[in-house]
């Protein structure tokens, strides 16, 4: 059976322990001064039972899931920021496209109105000169 001592919520707990194999179970004053102070206080490990080698090895266990739970929520909070930059980033080159399109857009409806304003002009152009032609030969015939 394992016991364990229960700590009470307003007070905190320190725990210190090495993740070595090596088991010091002989000191009375073998201390756990290492907290988890992003862990919930219902998942923080409780001090074990000096005498026990069972109780010990459980809270180490306990201790180094708690260690592996916090470094994944880091992640996941690192993780989750990295994951805004890149929608904002998405967002950016969306509304990029989006602008781009309307320009090449534009471009075409320019590049189009460019095309039959060079027509009239070419078209006016030679009624001109037709007109110049019919001007000449009035004015040579008078």
């Known amino acids: ?7 009470p919520a307003d007070k905190s707990v320190q725990i210190a322990f090495s993740l070595n194999d090596s088991t010091e ?8 001064p290492l907290a988890f102070p ?3 206080q219902q998942l923080q490990p409780l001090p074990p039972c000096h005498a026990s080698m069972e109780s010990v090895q459980v809270f180490k ?4 899931m708690a260690k592996e739970f916090c470094d994944v929520k880091k992640e996941m909070a690192l993780l989750e920021e990295r994951k ?4 904002a980033e998405l967002d950016d080159d969306e509304k990029e496209n989006l602008d781009a399109a309307r320009l090449e857009r534009e471009f075409r409806e320019l590049a189009e109105e ?6 009239c002009h070419n078209h006016y152009s030679e009624q001109l000169e037709i007109l110049r032609v019919q001007n000449q030969k009035r004015q040579g015939s008078s």
């Open 84 to 87: 805004k930059k890149l929608m």
């Open 1 to 7: 059976m394992i016991t364990t001592a229960r700590v």
């Open 61 to 64: 266990d306990h201790c180094k």
């Open 38 to 40: 992003d862990l919930d």
């Open 114 to 119: 460019n095309q039959t304003l060079i027509l």
């Open 25 to 32: 179970l002989n000191d009375p004053d073998n201390s756990f």
